[in-house]
């Protein structure tokens, strides 16, 4: 068979020329992306259409290769061909010479047309670098401006936030149900992702209860598959119950582990910089696939696991900084030795974690049972004296007083921010939080951030049996003041309250901190209460219940006892 040569010819009917171009140029921006992402190359490509029209793209940019370009000129003009510089300067001359030609049209336009005119000839180059830079909902809504405009988000849209919160709430208070949201919510991002026509993707975030998530799992699966062949930099998968219920029965989903498994020339999470996962059940196995095939993974994230019981984070070549493991009840060890890890939080049951090589560790967070063990155990660790923020959450053992604060802490030498999450009965003392506040004698900033246990205040009073020993807890809280008058906080600067309700609990704290914080610059005394979100980092403040004028009040009086150029802040 004799292979016959296809004519190469000027499409002459004007409708198809013009899709044509359209195709063709789309495509030929695409190349040019993609060969620029993988070989790490600058790339320029300008198009002028026979009406005049100038269409450029640049990777990474335009401006850059151009300034590059020249550069390169200068220094090497002895190396290139004179002939190929003079067409390539032509060509870029050309473009400037169109551009500003479209510049004056604008500007002799009248005013009304003149703003629209100059926004629908930007080089797609521009409105692609602007749509990249923003969120999904606002990007989809550039569709309405013009028929240019139309499907450009689809090609550059990269931030992909899938956010149903409203959604989520109005489930939880019982407005919505779950059964008809839930296939809304996958038919929407369905249609979103087969729309999508660019190469790559900066951010995926799923973020919706889809109770029986076996039940959606094949579309939960193609969607992680989708971001694999966008080679996304950012992924999050957070199928948490819209009550925020963390339990082992809500991560029923398991990870696609096949997809780790494709072979070496398809695509891979080879770009990943972020990821997180909540209420997805993932293996050890899958963990450290991602820890050591991702060179750039920087932040990782999991929460209610139901299978993973052990974690093991180490390897020299790590780039991981920030780490953050909640709620998987099966889970017994951490290790982690990480050489650039600067954070690192935990909430759960009590297991063995090992916190080894971190010498950049700053931030430490831990939570639920936990946080009771670290606190009774007094670890004395070489990353404890490094920290600079130390965050503690009490709230999920009852009452603070409650877990056995110990009279001597080990020192944090490096502490410039201590933050406390507690429950506190109303009318009894705090004062024993004063050993943990003084083994940081270079704390800056204290938060502490309270809820009120009104209803066990009540039940002492009226129960004689319990209202016998109140007289052990009269003896400890005197043991307390006595200890905490041990204490100077020469460097404190900053004092925030929230959660402030006026009565003995917070007042007399507050002033054993305003004798001792010689430093004081301001105080911070907000009459709100954080509440729970999603998870325990998440949080929003609500109207405290109760008296919040007598709050204000007794808040009021701290003013006569602030040291000078001290400042009373009342929220």
């Keep these: 068979m004799v292979n016959r040569r296809t004519e190469i010819k000027k499409i002459e009917d004007k409708a198809k020329q013009n899709a044509a171009?359209?195709?063709?140029?789309k495509e030929l921006f695409k190349m040019a992306r993609e060969f620029g992402q993988d070989f790490g190359a600058q790339v320029a490509v300008v198009t002028i259409y026979e009406a005049g029209n100038a269409f450029v793209f640049g990777h990474p940019n335009l401006t850059s290769v151009v300034q590059n370009y020249k550069e390169a000129k200068e220094v090497e003009s002895s190396k290139r061909d004179d002939d190929d510089d003079q067409e390539a300067v032509h060509e870029f001359g050309y473009l400037a010479n169109s551009m500003e030609k479209k510049a004056k049209k604008a500007r002799s336009a009248p005013p009304q047309s003149r703003q629209k005119d100059w926004i629908d000839q930007l080089p797609e180059e521009i409105l692609g670098n602007i749509l990249s830079r923003m969120a999904m909902k606002e990007a989809a809504r550039t569709s309405i401006l013009s028929r240019r405009w139309r499907n450009l988000w689809k090609i550059y849209g990269s931030h992909l936030d899938f956010d149903a919160s409203e959604t989520m709430r109005l489930m939880f208070d019982g407005v919505k149900e779950r059964h008809i949201e839930a296939p809304k919510y996958r038919d929407w991002v369905n249609q979103v992702l087969d729309s999508h026509e660019g190469s790559s993707l900066e951010r995926l975030r799923i973020a919706f209860d889809l109770g029986g998530s076996y039940i959606y799992a094949t579309a939960v699966d193609k969607w992680i598959d989708f971001a694999i062949v966008k080679r996304v930099q950012r992924?999050?998968?957070?199928?948490?119950?819209?009550?925020g219920c963390y339990t082992c029965s809500d991560s029923v989903y398991t990870f696609p582990s096949w997809l780790l498994d494709l072979p070496s020339d398809f695509p891979s999470f080879d770009r990943l910089t972020a990821l997180c996962l909540k209420s997805v059940s993932i293996t050890e196995e899958d963990l450290a696939y991602f820890l050591s095939t991702c060179p750039f993974l920087e932040q990782l994230t999991v929460e209610n696991s139901s299978s993973l019981q052990n974690f093991r984070v180490s390897g020299q070549s790590l780039?991981?900084?920030?780490?953050?493991?909640?709620?998987?009840?099966?889970?017994?060890?951490?290790?982690?030795?990480?050489?650039?890890?600067?954070?690192?939080?935990?909430?759960?049951?009590r297991i063995n974690i090992c916190l080894i090589q971190v010498p950049e560790l700053a931030l430490v967070s831990f939570s639920n049972q936990y946080c009771e063990k670290f606190i009774i155990n007094s670890p004395s660790s070489l990353y404890l004296s490094r920290l600079e923020k130390l965050e503690l959450d009490l709230r999920f053992?009852?009452?603070a007083r409650c877990v056995g604060f110990p009279s001597n802490f080990p020192e944090f030498s490096n502490l410039k921010h201590l933050e406390l999450k507690f429950v506190a009965v109303a009318d009894e003392s705090v004062l024993f939080f004063s050993s943990i506040i003084g083994a940081s004698p270079g704390l800056i900033k204290l938060t502490l951030k309270y809820d009120i246990d009104w209803a066990t205040r009540h039940q002492t009073l009226s129960n004689p049996e319990v209202f016998r020993n109140q007289g052990i807890l009269e003896v400890c809280e005197k043991e307390w003041e006595e200890q905490a008058r041990r204490?100077?906080?020469?460097?404190?600067?900053?004092?925030e309250f929230v959660g402030w309700a006026g009565i003995k609990t917070d007042v007399q704290l507050a002033n054993y901190l305003l004798e001792t914080a010689i430093s004081l610059e301001k105080i911070i005394v907000d009459r709100r209460i954080p509440r729970y979100t999603r998870t325990s980092w998440n949080e929003e403040l609500c109207p405290m219940p109760g008296n919040r004028e007598a709050a204000l009040l007794s808040a009021k009086e701290l003013q006569r006892k602030l040291p000078p150029r001290a400042q009373l802040i009342i929220v």
């Design 319 to 349: 780039k991981l900084k920030h780490l953050e493991i909640g709620y998987c009840q099966k889970l017994q060890n951490v290790e982690v030795s990480a050489a650039i890890l600067v954070s690192f939080k935990y909430a759960g049951p």
């Design 487 to 495: 204490y100077s906080h020469k460097c404190l600067n900053v004092i």
């Design 21 to 25: 171009f359209r195709t063709r140029r």
């Design 397 to 399: 053992t009852g009452s």
């Design 235 to 243: 992924l999050e998968v957070d199928l948490t119950a819209a009550a």
